[in-house]
């Protein structure tokens, strides 16, 4: 599995920041100059750093989350983003037809159908049909297998079993240092890369590490506002190759989930991970 800190381009929607080489960007009209902590002085105000609400918000000056092409290439400033490969509207893969797609839908995510109830319901199923022809699913495993190949998300689940392997008492071992786990997880990285990319959150990430403030006070808010992600990203700027990117942060968070099933309970120790681009009000 891969965690961490990544420094990527991305395709945001931001405007870049004036890079420390460049002009210095015009002064608005009538604006103060404000010396901030943190922020080389003076600091001209910049038109568009200036908020509805009268708020500053300055944003790093080499790590400025560029939107750019698949390939790297900057784009123009306001050029829309590539378009995504079109899927034609009878595309129903991996499902072959639009009556299967939404039966899949119903049993798992209305219904929420059990395991035995579905493998019940196709094996009456079969029974009404001549020889030689399936149901939609031949089983629920079959079921849950083609909703982890839908290709939209295209992120399949992997597994792998961990045991305790150290020291153990001579006597009265305890259950948790012989039993097996078998851990499920998705590539992180892929998901981080899935989650970056979801358009419908396109207008709710900052790219950029920013500083937001009200005349003289600083505003923390969503994450990126906070001092340790502009802190990372000038060391991410410190190889030249990183300049114009974006600093994504990782944010993983674990809490135990008791299950109940027909035989007892099970507990499982979910791991969630989102990156820490999304703002607070997404």
Not at 143 to 155: A, C, Q, V
Not at 159 to 177: A, C, H, K, L, S
Request: glycine share 6%; proline share 13%.
């Amino acid at each position: 599995m891969e965690a961490g800190l990544e420094a990527a381009h991305d395709t945001g929607s931001l405007s870049p920041s004036p890079r420390p080489d460049s002009p210095p960007p015009p002064l608005v009209e009538g604006a103060p100059q404000h010396d901030l902590p943190g922020v080389a002085a003076p600091l001209p105000v910049v038109e568009d750093a200036l908020d509805a609400d009268g708020s500053i918000t300055v944003t790093h000056p080499i790590i400025t989350g560029r939107p750019c092409s698949a390939a790297g290439a900057p784009l123009l400033p306001d050029a829309p983003a590539p378009p995504r490969d079109p899927r034609l509207p009878n595309d129903y893969s991996p499902y072959e037809s639009r009556p299967q797609f939404e039966l899949a839908d119903f049993l798992f995510k209305k219904e929420q159908m059990s395991a035995g109830h579905i493998n019940e319901l196709m094996q009456l199923w079969a029974a009404t049909l001549p020889p030689g022809q399936d149901p939609p699913f031949a089983n629920a495993r079959d079921l849950y297998e083609s909703i982890d190949n839908i290709p939209l998300g295209d992120i399949p689940w992997q597994e792998f079993r961990i045991t305790y392997t150290g020291v153990r008492p001579e006597d009265n071992v305890p259950p948790w240092m012989i039993r097996e786990y078998t851990v499920w997880f998705r590539c992180p990285r892929r998901v981080l890369h899935t989650q970056v990319g979801n358009t419908d959150f396109a207008h709710d990430m900052d790219y950029v590490p920013k500083q937001v403030f009200h005349g003289d006070q600083r505003e923390y808010k969503d994450f990126m506002s906070g001092d340790w992600c502009w802190q990372q990203a000038d060391i991410v700027a410190q190889d030249p190759a990183n300049t114009d990117a974006t600093f994504c942060p990782v944010i993983l968070g674990s809490d135990k989930t008791t299950v109940s099933v027909a035989t007892g309970q099970n507990e499982y120790y979910p791991l969630y991970l989102s990156n820490g681009l999304v703002r607070n009000a997404a």
